[in-house]
């Protein structure tokens, strides 16, 4: 499995209009918006980096909106929570 994150720059007034395509697109788990240089932050999940190679370039870039993107390929993964439960909190049924 390969992680990514992409930090995506998009057009004034298209963040939530660019957030809604990126994140239609296949092996783009989570996008968040949020402050600083960039608008948007995508986290990626694909098998192998011949998929990320065309999701990125090829998907993402290609979004209308985007202005650029800038990818961080993750090596390893540290946690000292379960992020689905942390997440889910206060949804509980």
Same mark, same amino acid.
């Given at each position: 499995? #390969? !992680?990514?994150?992409?930090?995506? @720059?998009?057009?004034?007034?298209? /963040?939530?209009? =660019?957030?809604?395509?990126?994140? *239609?697109?296949?092996? #783009? !788990?989570?996008?968040?918006?949020? @402050?600083?240089?960039?608008?948007? /932050?995508?986290? =990626?999940?694909?098998?192998?980096? *011949?998929?990320?190679?065309?999701?990125?370039?090829?998907?993402?870039?290609?979004?209308?909106?985007?202005?650029?993107?800038?990818?961080?390929?993750?090596?390893?993964?540290?946690?000292?929570?379960?992020?689905?439960?942390?997440?889910?909190?206060?949804?509980?049924?």
């Amino acid at each position: 499995m #390969v !992680t990514a994150i992409v930090l995506i @720059t998009a057009e004034s007034g298209r /963040v939530q209009e =660019v957030a809604q395509n990126v994140i *239609e697109i296949e092996g #783009v !788990t989570e996008a968040y918006s949020v @402050t600083g240089d960039h608008d948007l /932050v995508a986290l =990626v999940r694909l098998s192998d980096f *011949e998929a990320l190679g065309e999701v990125v370039p090829g998907r993402i870039a290609q979004v209308k909106g985007i202005e650029r993107t800038e990818t961080m390929v993750a090596f390893r993964a540290y946690s000292n929570y379960d992020l689905d439960r942390a997440w889910s909190m206060g949804f509980e049924e």
